[in-house]
């Protein structure tokens, strides 16, 4: 028997199929509900998210591959089953393809179907439970570390951050200049079982070769002119603890090929001596460079850098990951608060909208200098754009208006992606309808231009989403994924606002 809080929502049109699962489910121990339409189903999952849609890529009001793609970029955590009919390889194929979790033909065999589900759970239970426990560790390093970040590129950062730290292999970050790159080494020595021994930091582009290999080997007295007595490198160091080598790729051949054998024997020598000196360490590296284009260009050896790449951390800009600029501000407004133990500065709506809007960069490393700067210009006052480093100067709006621009285009292409798979299922339909089809604007729908079946499809979405809104414009922009002066110019093309 399954567990009693499972809870199943099964969407077909075939009101048999609909009640043969409810029944079959029930016995199971399943909480199960059912949708008729992807519309009711989308209300239903907005009302109360199940553990598990079950769904048949043949709705009446919409094709299900495009569904099952709203599902998953909206509740990528959400497990989908899609139902299709005998033989079709090639849908259930595209439904893997966007994110289902597995396929049933119809009609079921009913102990294959039963399986199925169990395996979903099985897997869900599994999942959830890593996920759980790399997220919690993840997360608790990266707030000691001062790591600031709830959207999905950073739980994925936690994630990692949580199931490499206790590891001793060797760690690649790779990410733009001020994202953050030294704090995820520190997060990760802190969170490592050589937490108690040294991290030892060194900025490979802050020296020339011949300083930085004695900085990273040391020297015996008398090696060279100047060497009035022997020292030890950075290697040596942090011996038991963490080596950190920031701007790897600033390192020329020679000094990689000495890093190299570090790697590979866990040895090397001073400058001077020819006694190796063995040593226990892990080593973390980050880049601002694509070692893999470097390697090409002969630039950096290709042994190093697959002994560095053993697990490969990416750090995303700031401009791919906007939803954590509130929380980064609300961090730097509390760290640079305008006198010891005041209440933090605040920020107006419209500053803090033109933060979001900008695109840094600089990354965060400029946010955080934006936001200390406005604090000591706004001496305790509410933030407003008058504080901010770009203010309202023509190049900061031009940026403004080109990310905009951008982010609505994105916008516009997913949903352009969603009436093509659409229009792929009504086209089917159409071909496979008898001449006496329901006319549309007073043709047929093989008479209807391509440009012509786009703008009836787009009529009837917005319709749809207005009705579902109730008529509230801003809430059916939300619904749609669209800005709301896109909407605005729709309804007034269509006239739908009469």
């Known amino acids: 028997m399954a567990e009693s809080q499972r809870t199943v929502l099964v969407v077909d ?13 029930t016995d199971e121990g399943y909480a199960v509900t059912v949708a ?13 998210m199940p553990d598990l849609v079950m769904m048949d890529v043949k709705l009446p009001d919409q094709d299900g591959i495009g569904l099952l793609r709203q599902l998953k970029r909206e509740h990528d955590e959400l497990e989908v089953i899609v139902m299709t009919a005998f033989g079709g390889s090639s849908t259930a194929i595209k439904a893997m393809e966007h994110g289902a979790y597995d396929y049933v033909t119809k009609p079921f065999e009913i102990d294959d179907l039963l399986a199925t589900l169990r395996r979903v759970f099985e897997h869900a239970d599994m999942a959830s439970e890593v996920s759980a426990l790399r997220l919690e560790l ?32 060797t760690v690649l970050i790779t990410g733009e200049s001020g994202t953050g790159k030294e704090l995820i080494a520190e997060a990760l020595h802190r969170a490592s079982k050589r937490n108690p021994h040294p991290l030892v930091k060194v900025s490979c582009a ?10 990273l080997f040391g020297h015996e007295k008398g090696s060279f002119t100047g060497a009035m007595t022997m020292r030890k490198g950075r290697f040596e160091s942090a011996n038991k603890g963490t080596i950190f080598l920031d701007e790897i790729g600033e390192m020329t051949l020679g000094t990689q090929t000495k890093l190299l054998r570090i790697l590979q024997e866990r040895e090397f020598e001073r400058i001077g001596s020819n006694t190796p000196i063995k040593i226990d360490i892990r080593v973390i590296t980050a880049t601002n460079r694509n070692l893999a284009d470097e390697v090409k260009k002969n630039k950096f050896r290709e042994d190093l850098y697959y002994r560095l790449n053993v697990i490969h951390i990416h750090m995303p800009p700031l401009r791919e990951r906007k939803d954590d600029i509130p929380l980064l501000v609300e961090h730097f407004l509390v760290k640079f608060r305008h006198a010891p133990g005041a209440i933090p500065t605040s920020i107006s709506e419209e500053a803090l909208q033109r933060l979001v809007e900008y695109d840094w960069p600089g990354n965060v490393r400029e946010l955080e200098n934006a936001i200390e700067r406005a604090v000591v210009l706004s001496r305790g006052n509410p933030i407003t ?8 100067s023509r190049e900061a709006r031009d940026r403004f208006k080109l990310a905009e621009r951008r982010t609505k285009l994105e916008s516009d292409e997913e949903i352009l992606a969603d009436r093509r798979d659409q229009l792929d299922a009504d086209e089917a339909d159409a071909d496979a309808a008898d001449a006496d089809a329901p006319l549309v604007n007073g043709t047929g729908n093989g008479d209807l231009s391509f440009k012509d079946r786009v703008a009836t499809l787009e009529k009837q979405l917005i319709k749809e989403a207005l009705d579902r809104a109730g008529g509230n414009r801003t809430k059916a922009a939300d619904d749609l994924g669209i800005y709301r002066r896109l909407l605005y110019a729709k309804i007034k093309e269509y006239g739908l606002g009469e």
């Open 385 to 392: 754009v008058e504080h901010l480093p770009f203010g309202d």
């Open 206 to 215: 802050a020296l020339p070769e011949s300083l930085l290999e004695t900085e």
């Open 13 to 25: 049109d075939d009101g048999d199929i609909r009640t043969l699962l409810k029944d079959l489910l």
């Open 138 to 169: 993840g997360k608790r390093e990266a707030e000691r570390e001062r790591i600031v970040g709830s959207s999905k590129p950073m739980l994925e950062v936690f994630k990692l951050i949580g199931k490499v730290a206790p590891s001793d292999a």
């Open 36 to 48: 008729p339409t992807g519309a009711d189903a989308l209300e239903q999952i907005a009302k109360d």
